[in-house]
């Protein structure tokens, strides 16, 4: 009973507060945002030297992980519905969980996908979540170990040049404390997404978003691994795999 | 009745109210005098002091908050061997540091790297550590929590820990207002605890807001030296402009330590260190980022005859003639010496709040 009442006053409360959503919430439906990496719009193929950038060099990846955070929603007339920001943290594992999952989301028509790479450091840690996110990240190892942030990304493999001997390679890329933001907001538009109401079926909507691997080496700026093979705390080049990977990601419908 | 004050909290807690400004408020009601309460504590800020830099309104300490920070603050559970808390090497009585190691001591009398520091005023400082790794309050445990020369432990197996424990699931309800424990409420319970310790009651806190003290004409004249030849850094009420220099001192084995460029990747940053603010200097001894100096009088030394060149040496400490270090006369160091004491806060050291036992 005492848990009835308390739920009961919460709700209310949630109700009251919720005073930037029009009045008839429509009802809520599902999301599923499944992340593929590809190369050539071909799905990964781990640790063989199976590609080659623009500089040419071969290289394979051993292991890709990275953080997308604060998911938007845009609707057909510019509004936003933003997820709750404390659940909108996931980690995309290319050799474990690639999709997010989201839920509640009010069913409507929806014309582009907004999210973060990496970790917003303005939401950090002020807005709940991302000291939430903690454990889950650190058991991925995205935690710098010597720092109290996050790595938005840790790629690694090896690579090798002109047919020579393989060498490993490491990009770990997040925000250099306060002096230096490489978290990057991505907004990808996709046609007429509906989102249905669930009630009684299990509708679930699903969007395969694309992250174009390549693009990491060669996109706005181009990344020789000869040139610099460890990329870690690197006020040079963090930045230029930042805004490269912002360039990456699309939508396949 | 005894339901009505988690209502009252969790209104207090997730409620609309956007305004803090009531932070005297207490949470709890005529209604319910025999109930447990959650009070919001008194975060005021001294009157000589700067604007807190910490959001007070976004995590605000409350009774309950304090208490559970507190003992997560002293509990040796939270690290791998079940013995280092945090307050192994934060001892209240030399504000919060410690005085028998030079550098931390970890788990399994694993040695740390730098000289644990001071825990005051926390609530008003940009950056935090030594080289600023942890740019808030809420991540800086992050870092003593996991390094393996420290506590050594995951902070999913501390929430384990917390949650497999007999008290803490309550006292964390009763902190938060509903169950859980998490990794974020465990942040700010400790940050709760944490902010609190304002070490505003010093001789020279008294001074500043005109109190009826008065200083010897020692330290008087050290007041002055200071004014004219440390506060340039050492700047403001709390002794610090929060800024990252070059201070001369040789990097040295086994640490090697290059200081701010770690967390920058700058080499602009390569040796500098976070000034720190003076605040109780007189009772936390050994001093520098890895506590090589063992007194005021040898730091005063090494200020004017012990520096040594480097590319990111602040230029303040560049002699006109070439050589390095600051020109303070020995009788200066006499009075300086005298000034920085009046910056000792017997009233925070024995605060009762923040006691161990």
């Known amino acids: ?120 450091p303005t939401k950090y840690p002020i807005e709940s979540g ?35 001997s393989e060498i490993p390679f490491l990009y770990h890329v997040g925000s250099h404390g306060a002096t230096l933001d490489n978290y990057k907001e991505i907004i990808i538009p996709v046609s007429n997404m509906v989102i249905q109401s669930n009630g009684e079926n299990d509708n679930i909507t699903e ?44 939508i396949s419908e | 009745m005894r339901y009505l004050k988690y209502i009252i909290i969790i209104f207090f807690i997730n409620g609309c109210s956007s305004d803090s400004s009531d932070e005297n408020a207490i949470v ?100 935090f550590t030594w080289d600023g790794a942890a740019a808030f309050l809420d991540t800086q445990p992050i870092i003593p929590l996991t390094a393996e020369v420290e506590m050594n432990e995951t902070i999913s197996n ?11 699931p309550t006292m964390f309800y009763d902190a938060f207002g509903s169950e859980g424990v998490t990794a974020e409420r465990m942040f700010k319970a400790l940050s709760q605890f944490m902010v609190m310790m304002v070490s505003a009651n010093s001789k ?46 040789a990097m040295v084995d086994p640490f090697n330590d290059i200081g701010r460029e770690r967390v920058t990747g700058l080499p602009q940053d390569h040796l500098k260190f976070k000034v720190p603010s003076l605040r109780n200097i007189e009772i936390t001894f050994p001093y520098m980022h890895d506590g090589r100096i063992a007194t005021l009088e040898d730091v005063l030394d090494f200020y004017t005859d012990g520096m040594v060149d480097s590319e990111t040496l602040d230029e303040q400490f560049r002699r006109d003639d070439g050589t390095l270090g600051l020109d303070i006369t020995p009788e200066e160091k006499v009075q300086l010496v005298a000034f920085l004491k009046t910056l000792t806060d017997n009233d925070f050291l024995e605060d009762r709040r923040f006691a161990e036992f």
Not at chain 1, 109 to 114: E, G, Q
């Open chain 2, 158 to 168: 501390v929430i384990s820990k917390l949650e497999a424990d007999d008290t803490y």
């Open chain 2, 28 to 127: 709890s009601t005529d209604d319910t005098p025999a109930t447990v309460t959650n009070a919001l504590l008194d975060f005021s800020v001294p009157t000589n002091f700067p604007d807190a830099t910490y959001s007070i309104a976004q995590n605000p300490p409350t009774e309950r908050g304090f208490e559970l920070g507190k003992k997560l603050f002293y509990d040796g559970q939270l690290a791998s061997d079940g013995v280092v808390s945090c307050g192994f090497c934060h001892i209240q009585s030399f504000a919060f540091t410690h005085h028998t190691h030079i550098t931390s001591h970890g788990v399994d009398g694993r040695i740390g790297t730098r000289n644990a520091q001071p825990l005051h005023n926390l609530a008003f400082m940009n950056e």
């Open chain 1, 1 to 120: 009973m005492k848990k009835l009442i308390v739920l009961c006053l919460l709700v209310s409360l949630a109700i009251a507060c919720n005073n930037d959503e029009s009045t008839n919430t429509p009802t809520p439906g599902s999301l599923n945002l499944v992340f593929q990496n590809t190369i050539d719009a071909s799905p990964l193929v781990m640790n063989d030297l199976v590609y080659t950038n623009t500089s040419n060099e071969n290289y394979g990846i051993n292991e890709l992980k990275y953080i997308i955070s604060n998911i938007t929603l845009i609707r057909l007339d510019d509004t936003e519905y933003i997820y709750p920001v404390e659940d909108s943290y996931f980690l995309i594992d290319e050799e474990g969980n690639k999709t997010a999952s989201l839920v509640n989301i009010p069913a409507d028509t929806y014309k582009a996908i907004k999210f973060g790479f990496g970790v917003d």
């Open chain 1, 207 to 250: 969007r395969n978003i694309q992250f174009d691997i390549a693009k990491i080496f060669d996109s706005i700026h181009t990344l020789s691994l000869e040139a610099k093979n460890e990329i870690m705390v690197d006020p040079e080049n963090a930045p230029k795999i930042a805004e490269n990977i912002s360039t990456a990601f699309s």
């Open chain 1, 130 to 164: 991302t000291l939430n996110f903690v454990p889950l990240a650190e058991e991925a190892d995205m935690l710098w170990s010597w720092s109290a942030g996050y790595k938005f990304i840790k790629f690694e493999g090896n690579y090798s040049v002109n047919s020579g």
């Open chain 2, 204 to 249: 020279f806190d008294k001074w500043e807001r005109g109190e009826a003290v008065t200083f010897t004409a020692q330290e008087e004249a050290g007041r002055i030296v200071f004014d004219t030849k440390c506060a340039s850094c050492h700047a403001g009420t709390l002794q610090t402009d929060q800024s990252y220099r070059n201070n001369g001192l």
